[in-house]
């Protein structure tokens, strides 16, 4: 089966630093995306990553080695409105989504 | 306004009754989707559509319909609501000639008494 692992919850602090990985079991792979969901809002984009290596984007960051079925979102700098869930999602060889369950984040001040 | 336009954006109904939940979209996207979220859950894929006269079940398709009326309309069918199909319900769009990146609407909460 197919299968997308992330923590389920991660606690940092305001200005720190904090990492968010995501591993995976698919019937093959065709990009990975990263989003952002608020509490009762929809998921919002913020990363796509197809090849291996990092993609930088402002405060955010994402990870993929393809070979190890791994990735990771790096938020830099946090800040209180960074409290929010965070979803994995890869396309299989099918161009299909699947989607892991989101990691809650909860920053502290 | 929204991009992508879900309507009710919260519904309570009682068990049997049948309710329709709509999507249009400004974003002139040929793809849509409606998936459902609930609590310590991924998002499941319940019903999508690559283009008006495409209709594909999701992992979930069960106790669900669809239909899309146009391009910029994709509507979701609970023919006989039960409890268990309390919960968020999300429709969204993707451009099929980029990345796949999903444009999610704002949600629809739906509970069934």
């Known amino acids: 089966g197919q299968n997308i692992d992330q923590p389920t919850e991660m606690t940092a602090t305001e200005g720190a630093i904090v990492q968010i990985n995501c591993t995976y079991q698919?019937?093959?792979?065709?990009?990975l995306f990263w989003y952002q969901q608020h509490a009762g809002e929809a998921p919002t984009f913020l990363s796509y990553n197809v090849l291996d290596g990092l993609e930088e984007k402002g405060r955010f960051s994402s990870f993929l080695s393809r070979s190890k079925g791994y990735s990771y979102l790096l938020l830099k700098e946090l800040q209180m409105k960074d409290s929010a869930s965070y979803l994995c999602a890869v396309k299989d060889s099918n161009y299909q989504l699947i989607w892991g369950a989101g990691t809650k984040l909860i920053i502290k001040p | 306004d929204a991009d992508v336009t879900q309507t009710p954006r919260n519904r309570i109904t009682k068990t049997g009754k049948r309710i329709m939940l709509e999507c249009s979209q400004t974003?002139?996207?040929?793809?849509m989707y409606w998936y459902r979220q609930d609590p310590g859950l991924g998002l499941r894929l319940i019903y999508y559509s690559f283009d008006v006269k495409d209709i594909n079940k999701g992992e979930i398709s069960d106790g669900y319909s669809v239909s899309r009326q146009a391009q910029a309309k994709f509507s979701l069918s609970l023919e006989s609501a039960i409890p268990n199909q309390t919960a968020l319900y999300f429709c969204a769009t993707s451009d099929s000639r980029e990345t796949g990146e999903l444009f999610f609407g704002e949600g629809s909460r739906l509970t069934v008494l």
């Open positions: 974003k002139g996207h040929d793809r």
């Open positions: 698919t019937s093959g792979f065709n990009g």
